[in-house]
């Protein structure tokens, strides 16, 4: 599997991430994609509504439905989500409880320090990765494998 990430949508993220983190918030963003499964490209980095507090995120289900309908008219889908935390980077209780992508396979990125000290350079080392097993747990990508699973276009 490798999904392909222009340097451009790294870059909005890591400022929508900043920008939570600012109000001392964590934040979500959704990597919207197109293409066959493990062979996907980012177009992207959609912001939805959120309720957003230091140590969790969640959509409400009107911003879900606002996200539906984007995604019938561009015609992309959820590839991965991107999520900040205020310290460091893994996948808590309420990330596996709330996270937004579900499927088999499907791709999560957590960012430590709400994003301060992201950049696109830095972003691949900085993130903690976590795929959701055929068990529905998720699991992070060791970092042996990160560089066949993102690649930074």
């Known amino acids: 599997m490798t999904l392909l990430v222009p340097r451009e949508i790294v870059a909005r993220t890591i400022d929508i991430l900043r920008r939570g ?12 994609g197109s293409g066959p499964r493990g062979a996907e490209r980012i177009a992207e980095a959609y912001r939805p509504d ?43 209780e309420a990330d596996d409880e709330w996270a ?18 992201s950049t696109v350079a830095n972003f ?3 993130t903690a990765i976590y795929r959701l097993s055929d068990d529905d747990r998720w699991i992070e990508v060791p970092d042996e494998e990160v560089l066949h699973t993102v690649e930074l276009a």
Not at 22 to 31: F, G, H, K, N, R
Not at 76 to 82: E, G, P, Y
């Open 124 to 126: 691949m080392d900085q």
């Open 21 to 32: 983190g600012a109000e001392e918030c964590e934040a979500v963003v959704l990597w919207l």
């Open 100 to 117: 937004i992508v579900r499927h088999r396979g499907a791709l999560s990125f957590v960012v430590p320090r709400f994003g301060a000290g």
């Open 50 to 92: 959120q309720i957003a507090d230091k140590v969790f995120f969640r959509i409400p289900p009107a911003a879900m439905k606002d996200l539906m309908g984007h995604l019938r008219r561009t015609r992309l889908h959820v590839t991965a989500q991107v999520h900040s935390h205020p310290g460091r980077a893994f996948h808590s």
